[in-house]
Structure formats: structure tokens, C-alpha cells
């Protein structure tokens, strides 16, 4: 019975002492990593809402990939508009120079030539791609927005007439650019479809053709003009706002991310102080228990049982 008394100091112990040990162990790695729980048993609450936030981070980081690729997509476009822009009001300029009466048909074709470099100018914007290398204004094509035909020259729109939403948080979608329908077409004088293309090649000809006819279809592409500007200069107000709106969901992502890096950091998160004076805490009872055992171990009646 004493032998048994004898093993069963040294079992209890050798477990109070390891348990403060692997205790003073877990409280030194909760300081290097500076996270509280180690397992999900350590604090069942606090670990589910602790995948809850990384689920929400998780969401976040993908709302911030899309909100990112859709704002480097408008800024493109909102580049290739500005540029549109300024084409067309150079064919206004030009156009009302040519439906003076005192300008020569030598002079209006030179016009004309002056024309169809910009409308090629313009259908390579029309044209263009993103960072990616997709169609700045051909919707959801792969390819180009329009296809020009080789013999006549005529542009037609390949491309879809609507772009994919991008969800950037809050379930809120934003549409990432325009289409080609939405910056080139319009309707002309009589209500007819019609897009800036097929009406800087009308003006051309006209001119090439010279007469009073050429004089009086450059005044009627002056008004046809205006109308294009107008649907370009709508189109910039659309994308501007879009932007600014991107840029609001954009700081709310920012203070959603510092919210659940604050909260993590109160439900898992290991106080520095709080952490280092239970430590010193434990260290002062490991190294009494083992001071404690050892001064019970050297007892006369110890000596003598073993």
C-alpha cells in the first residue's frame, strides 16, 4: 500500500506539472501568433464567429477583385469616351466650315478626307480592349464591337446590346462599362436608326460630290453631330456616376475589412499584456509546484520508502 502511495505522488505530480507546463507552452504561442484559441474547444462561440468573419473576409476580397477590374474597365472607357468626344467635336468644326458658302469643293474634299481619318480613328476606339483584352464597347463579345465591311467600309455592330453586372459587395451590381449601342447610335432628323459612323461616311461622300448639296448636307450633319455629342457626353455622365459609385462601395468595403479585423482581433485574438501576465502567473506556480516536489521528494520518509 505504501509502494502504491509512493506512485501515485510522483503520477499526480508529474501531471499537475505537466499540465502547467503545456498551459505556460500555450500561453507563450498565443504571444508569438497573438491568436487566443488554438482549437475550436477552446471557446465554441467565439470560434464560430470566427469563420463567420473569415467567410465574410473571404467574400469581401472577391467583391474588391471584381470592384477593382470593373473600375480599371471604366476608367478605360471613360479614357476612350473623352477622346470620342473630342473627335466629334472636330467633325462638328469641320462640318460647319464646310457648310460655309464661301469653302470650294477642292476644299470640302479635302474635308472629307480629314473626316474619314477620323471616323477610322473612331471605330478603333470603338474597337478597343481593356487591360484584359476584352471590347471596351462590344457588351459580352469576344471579338471586336464592329465589323467593318471590307468592300463598303460599313460598320455594323457585332457586339450584344447588354454587359454582365459585377457584384461589388452589399449585393449591389454595377454594370463596368457601355456598349457600343450606347455611345455611337442615336436616331437621325426623321427617327431613323442610325450611329455616328454610317453619318461622318454620308457626310463624305456628300462632300466628295460637291455643289450646293454638299453645302447643304454639311449644315444638316451639324445638328446630327450635336446629336451624337450629346449621347457621348451621356454616356461620360453615366460612367461618371457609376465610378462615384464605385468609390463609396469601395470606402464601405475599407471599413467593413477594419471592422472584421477589429472584431477577430476581440474574439480571437490574444490580449500582448493581458497574455504575458498570465504567463508570469503561470511560470510562478510551475516553477512553486516544481519546487514543491522536489522538497517533498527529499522528505526523510520518502528516502526511506525508496
Known amino acids: 500500500m505504501i509502494s502504491l502511495s509512493t506512485g501515485a505522488f510522483y503520477e499526480r505530480s508529474a501531471t499537475q506539472i505537466g499540465s502547467l507546463r503545456s498551459r505556460a507552452e500555450s500561453l507563450q504561442k498565443q504571444i508569438g501568433t497573438g491568436e487566443r484559441l488554438e482549437r ?5 462561440v467565439a470560434a464560430a464567429r470566427l469563420r463567420m468573419l473569415d467567410r465574410e473576409e473571404r467574400v469581401t476580397a472577391v ?11 471604366m476608367r478605360f472607357t471613360d479614357e476612350a469616351l473623352g477622346q470620342i468626344a473630342t473627335m466629334i467635336s472636330r467633325a462638328r468644326e469641320l462640318a460647319l466650315h464646310a457648310a460655309n458658302a464661301t469653302t470650294s469643293d477642292e476644299q470640302r474634299a479635302s474635308i472629307a478626307t480629314e473626316l474619314d481619318g477620323l471616323r477610322e480613328s473612331l471605330l478603333g476606339l470603338a474597337n478597343g480592349r481593356n487591360a484584359s483584352g476584352h471590347s471596351l464597347f462590344g457588351g459580352q463579345a469576344v471579338g471586336n464591337a464592329y465589323d467593318i465591311d471590307p468592300v463598303t467600309g460599313a460598320a455594323t455592330y457585332v457586339g450584344t446590346p447588354t454587359l454582365d453586372l459585377v457584384e461589388i459587395g452589399e449585393g449591389q451590381t454595377i454594370q463596368p462599362g457601355m456598349t457600343g449601342q450606347e455611345v455611337f447610335a442615336f436616331s437621325d432628323a426623321g427617327g431613323a436608326p442610325t450611329d455616328l459612323f454610317a453619318q461622318l461616311a454620308s457626310l463624305s461622300t456628300a462632300l466628295r460630290t460637291g455643289g450646293a448639296g454638299a453645302a447643304d448636307a454639311a449644315r444638316d450633319a451639324l445638328t446630327t453631330l450635336d446629336t451624337g455629342f450629346d449621347k457621348v457626353t451621356t454616356a461620360q455622365t453615366v460612367l461618371g456616376s457609376r465610378m462615384a459609385w464605385l468609390e463609396i462601395m469601395s470606402e464601405r468595403r475599407v471599413d467593413n475589412v477594419e471592422r472584421i479585423t477589429e472584431e477577430r482581433s476581440v474574439m480571437g485574438g490574444a490580449d500582448p499584456a493581458v497574455t504575458m501576465t498570465r504567463l508570469q502567473e503561470m511560470m510562478t506556480v510551475l516553477e512553486a509546484s516544481q519546487a514543491s516536489f522536489v522538497r517533498l521528494a527529499n522528505l526523510n520518509l520518502f528516502s526511506m520508502l525508496r
Open 63 to 73: 467583391d474588391t477583385r471584381n470592384a477593382d477590374q470593373a473600375e480599371n474597365n
Open 40 to 44: 475550436s474547444s477552446d471557446d465554441p
